[in-house]
Nanobody
Framework: EVQLVESGGGMVQPGGSLRLSCVAS????????MNWVRQAPGKGPEWISH???????GYADSVKGRFTISRDNAKKTVDLQMNNLKPEDTAVYYC????????WGQGTQVTVEA
């Protein structure tokens, strides 16, 4: 069974940092691209970052220069380092992958407020 489990969320002040982690199991992790997606209250899902099997990355304009995605194939994890957080980054953050079924984790809450 494909499983994704996110962790690392919390409450932080504007300008602060958090590091999210997603642990994968049930599929050959190194063979699949991974994504981070967030959903703010009352809004639809927003793709924010992607890392492919070769380590190539992509970011939404809203997080470019502040967030960094990385993966550790030995540990089967994909991390999201979030710096200079803003109140508009408040959301539930999910990792997902398509194996080929699109699978999501349960999400981790990030709240940015003074």
């Amino acid at each position: 069974e494909v499983q994704l489990v996110e962790s690392g969320g919390g409450m932080v002040q504007p300008g602060g940092s958090l590091r999210l982690s997603c642990v994968a199991s049930g599929f050959p992790f190194s063979a699949y691209d991974m994504n981070w997606v967030r959903q703010a209250p009352g809004k639809g899902p927003e793709w924010i970052s992607h890392i492919n099997t070769g380590g190539g990355t992509g970011y939404a304009d809203s997080v470019k220069g502040r967030f960094t995605i990385s993966r550790d194939n030995a540990k089967k994890t994909v991390d999201l380092q979030m710096n200079n957080l803003k109140p508009e980054d408040t959301a539930v953050y999910y990792c997902n992958t398509r194996t080929p079924v699109l699978t999501w984790g349960q999400g981790t809450q990030v709240t940015v407020e003074a």
